[in-house]
């Protein structure tokens, strides 16, 4: 009698205790943190904290109201809130409170008309203006002539050379493959199919694709790689296994470990420093040579949808803005028609 009147008052108890707004981000935002990377889970657990509070305002308290109870209208005072804020951050946070009505329909918390949610932020959201890419065409090609010839000035220091060689191979690599600095960076001497010159990665969004090498790429990595021999040979390691692009430093020590991104970033600084000063810090980022790939591509076919597909773009769109004449190429073009 005592266990049935005590399960009873428990049933009774949460059957009083409604599942809150609360609880459903709580649980939404560890869903992220499963799925998506730290950063996004950040972000996003970041926007949820700020629509609560705009729930709060609204007096619909997130620690008492339930999901279900939550108005569709609810997303334009999120929007309305966001005004001040950077429009990038405004497309995040709506995004993220979408993506949280969508939990909530999946999970059978609320029933909201999605429809009616996405058309609402769309309705109040700022568009986002396009930008066209930009990055020193003309500083990068002095970047990469300069890193091509940067083995001869080495010296007889083992890691200083390998240094040179493998950031001369490194920086050919993103210019002339459009390869992210993570992925990149994240490359293992087996990802390369050497005899077809292309490599299989994992890229944006988990997605599993191939990029291609150029010759003087695929050169200057087997350059860097036969120099390494020595080293690789001696790790006790199968070679496929190694990264393609490792540490020569005093931390590293005999070991062969991967570059890291911040690394990555700090070969692009100190071979732009070398090359071309240093004002010229910060004007090139790793990233550029992804502009300058997808860019070149453009240049010598003229073919949107081959861009697209090399440099991997979800969205035509993406590549579009690179497809943008240069002013030289604009005075050029007015010239022709306008001769006196």
């Known amino acids: 009698m005592l266990l049935i009147s005590y399960i009873t008052i ?11 707004t609360q609880k459903a981000i709580q649980n939404y935002i560890e869903s992220i943190r ?10 996003y657990a970041n926007a949820l904290k700020l629509f609560a509070q705009v729930l709060t305002v609204r007096n619909l308290p997130p620690e008492n109201t ?13 929007a309305d809130t966001l005004k001040p804020y950077l429009p990038a951050t405004e497309r995040l946070y709506m995004t993220a409170v979408i993506d949280f009505f969508e939990y909530l329909e999946t999970e059978r918390l609320a ?6 949610i996405r058309q609402l932020a769309r309705r109040h959201t700022r568009r986002a203006g396009i930008r066209l890419p930009q ?33 001369r191979a490194f920086l050919l690599t993103l210019a002339d493959t459009g390869l992210r600095v993570h992925e990149a960076c994240n490359l293992r001497r087996g990802d390369v199919d050497w005899s077809e010159s ?48 490792a540490r020569h430093d005093k ?11 911040a690394t990555g970033r700090n070969i692009v600084t100190q071979r732009v420093t070398e090359s071309l000063g240093a004002e010229a810090v910060g004007t090139i980022t790793p990233h550029s040579f992804r502009h300058y790939f997808v860019t070149t591509v453009l240049r010598a076919s003229g073919n949107l949808k081959l861009a697209q597909e090399l440099a991997r773009h979800s969205n035509l769109s993406t590549t579009s803005r690179y497809a943008h004449l240069s002013d030289d190429e604009l005075d050029k073009g007015y010239h022709e028609i306008f001769e006196d």
Request: charged content about 30%; overall charge positive; proline content about 8%.
């Open 198 to 245: 292309r490599a299989v990665v994992i890229g944006k969004g988990d997605k599993q694709a191939v990029v291609r090498f150029s010759n003087r790429a695929i050169r200057a990595l087997r350059d860097y790689l036969s120099t390494r021999a020595a080293l690789d040979g001696s790790s006790g390691r199968p070679l496929p296994s190694l990264p393609l692009f």
């Open 34 to 43: 499963l799925a998506r990377s730290p950063n996004t889970a950040r972000s």
């Open 111 to 116: 029933s909201h008309s999605l429809t009616r």
């Open 135 to 167: 990055f020193p065409r003309d500083a990068i090609e002095k970047v990469l002539e300069y890193v091509k010839n940067i083995t001869n000035s080495a010296t007889d220091d083992e890691p200083e050379r390998l240094r040179a060689l493998r950031d």
């Open 251 to 261: 931390g590293a020590g005999k070991k062969i470990k991967p570059i890291t991104t």
């Open 10 to 20: 428990n049933m009774e108890f949460l059957m009083e205790t409604p599942f809150t």
């Open 66 to 78: 339930p999901p279900a109870d939550l108005p569709e209208d609810s997303i334009t005072w999120m």
